[in-house]
């Protein structure tokens, strides 16, 4: 059996676990990544986390045959470095290099994202299907592309950053400088300002006895507001449901893939979100769902996608 570790490198927190050849996590653990140090103190803290956590599994460290990491940021995988990560304040670090030198294996790096979309293809909800879709509803809208089992990543590992696809033309102000991305209507975030906007416009909608407070508003809001029969609420989740289906199934006709499967807290609410989903993206479908269906479904893998996706693209590139 051969061993992998696959690292999700986070602003706060790195996660760090040892995978065998099939997906199975042995052990897990994380660090704090003390993010403002050189980067060279932080690679060094993760290969000790690797060296550390194969000894607590009872293997060698010399058992591991590589690493991979997922990092914040635009990863350069071919050549190992992170280009740009505004959450490390890092510009053009060699990671794979500096990270061989404590372990003495092979480090392969990618982006977060990407590594989450190929945890859930590898071990998750996608594992079943040779081409899927990872969309991550949370502060903005991430994810990764998965084609016939291989992460696509485009030119210089720069692409597939889909929550930056326009969905309304001249629309909201998205954080990048484009107005009218997928992230600006489909994120968790953009949720949180539709139901603000929405009970700012009904004093009288019932979503002020849910949340007296905006400032407490969250993802969750609305969809309690639906529950309890108020018709602004319900309109709020319904365009929400709309902006989403616009995004996947742009994506969905681009790529066709087997599945497009959701992350993020907003996923919690089950059918409540994903029949009327279902229902929009297939009629969005280009020629329709007969011939090559698209399944859409919720991630299983929780927190741990990133450091299984990160481990299955070590064993895809050594």
Same mark, same amino acid.
């Given at each position: 059996m051969n061993y992998y570790a696959g690292i999700d490198l986070g602003g706060t927190f790195v996660k760090c676990g040892i995978i065998d050849e099939?997906? =199975?996590?042995?052990?897990? &653990?994380k660090i704090p990544t003390?993010? &403002?140090?050189?980067y060279a103190e932080?690679?060094?803290d993760m290969a000790r986390l690797v060296t550390d956590l194969a000894e607590r599994a009872g293997i060698s460290p010399a058992d591991i045959k590589a690493a991979g990491v997922g990092s914040p940021g635009i990863a350069d995988s071919k050549n190992g470095v992170i280009v740009y990560s505004c959450n490390l =304040?890092? *510009?053009?670090?060699?990671l794979s290099k500096e990270m061989q030198k404590h372990l003495g294996v092979p480090v392969f790096v990618t982006n977060d994202a990407n590594a989450a979309a190929l945890g859930e293809s590898f071990a998750g909800a996608a594992k079943n299907y040779p081409s899927s879709i990872f969309i991550t509803l949370g502060t903005g809208v991430g994810g990764g592309i998965i084609l016939d089992g291989v992460l696509f990543e485009g030119n210089r590992s720069a692409g597939a950053e889909i929550g930056h696809m326009v969905i309304r033309a001249g629309g909201e102000k998205c954080a990048?400088?484009?107005? &009218?991305?997928?992230?600006?209507?489909?994120s968790a975030t953009a949720l949180i300002r539709q139901t603000k906007r929405a009970m700012d416009k009904d004093r009288a909608s019932q979503l002020w006895k849910i949340c007296p407070n905006l400032e407490d508003v969250d993802g969750k809001t609305a969809? *309690?507001?639906?529950?309890?029969? *108020?018709?602004?609420?319900?309109k709020v989740v319904k365009n929400y449901i709309s902006y989403l289906a616009e995004g996947i199934a742009n994506l969905a006709n681009i790529f066709r893939p087997n599945a497009v499967v959701l992350g993020g807290g907003v996923c919690a609410e089950g059918d409540t979100l994903l029949v009327p989903l279902r229902r929009k993206v297939n009629r969005l479908l280009y020629g329709g769902t007969k011939y090559a269906p698209v399944v859409l479904t919720v991630a299983t893998l929780g927190n741990d996608a990133g450091?299984?996706?990160?481990?299955?693209?070590?064993?895809? =590139?050594?």
């Open positions: 099939v997906g =199975n996590i042995l052990i897990k &653990g003390g993010a &403002g140090r050189p932080i690679a060094a =304040n890092w *510009d053009k670090v060699p990048c400088g484009r107005r &009218g991305c997928f992230e600006a209507y489909a969809f *309690d507001g639906l529950r309890a029969g *108020d018709k602004t609420a319900e450091l299984v996706g990160a481990a299955r693209f070590a064993m895809q =590139n050594c």
